[in-house]
């Protein structure tokens, strides 16, 4: 019975990490499409945003079925647990490049981004895949030192998300209110994304220890 909880939990886990991949290279193809005002890759992003949710839906009715056969209690069900959860950050990491895909599609074929915060957002989007993919690896191995890194990269898209809210309130923009506006969504989009990908090492984190923090002394 063990051996085939544990087969569940190990399938559960491929498709969470698959899950965040995904996540990762929706926003991959948003970026681009932001960067270089191509509608190609943006239109790509959000196609591939409906798979990602039927991903998601087939791993909730997985993790709810592991529930309701196995009745599993303390560590096993806390990885249960985890996993419920760790699929809605990676739909959601999901949805907030569909954003940034979005804006794409609205703007074009003008750029949704003045020239001078470009060179911010290719380093956000960066970033975020980056996170993403470190958040599929942490997913699988529970390398504690991997989701420590996940919270200090968080901490630097932080960084440039307020460097990017400064460029746009700085005297010195010149763009208009409108530009103003997206460049603001945009860098919260990213910010956010970020930000989920901490709260799936942090689930992580509390599925192997049931510590409920990646930093508990802070």
């Known amino acids: ?27 991959q193809r948003a970026t681009l499409g932001l960067l270089t005002v191509d509608l190609d890759p943006a239109e790509h992003a959000l196609s591939e945003l409906e798979e990602l ?12 079925t592991v529930l309701a056969r196995q009745a599993p209690v303390a560590s096993d069900l ?5 996993a419920v959860h760790i699929t809605s950050d990676a739909d959601r990491m999901g949805g907030l490049a569909g954003h940034v895909a979005r804006i794409v599609r609205r703007r074009h074929p003008e750029s949704a981004v003045p020239n001078d915060v470009v060179g911010q957002f290719s380093e956000m989007g960066s970033l975020a895949v980056d996170l993403a993919d470190d958040a599929a690896s942490v997913i699988v191995d529970g390398d504690p030192v991997r989701a420590s890194r996940i919270r200090d990269d968080d901490e630097a898209m932080n960084d440039m998300h307020r460097r990017l809210f400064s460029t746009v309130m700085s005297p010195q923009w010149t763009h208009g209110v409108q530009p103003a506006i997206d460049a603001v969504l945009l860098g919260r989009f990213y910010e956010r994304f970020a ?6 090492a942090a689930r992580v984190l509390f599925r192997s220890t049931g510590q409920t923090a990646l930093h508990p002394d802070k």
């Open 78 to 82: 806390r990885a249960v647990v985890a």
């Open 195 to 200: 930000d989920h990908a901490v709260a799936i």
């Open 53 to 64: 949710g039927r991903l998601r839906r087939e791993v909730d009715h997985a993790a709810l």
């Open 1 to 27: 019975m063990r051996t085939e909880f544990h087969a569940q939990l190990d399938a559960l886990n491929t498709d969470l990490a698959r899950m965040c991949e995904m996540a990762g290279e929706a926003m």
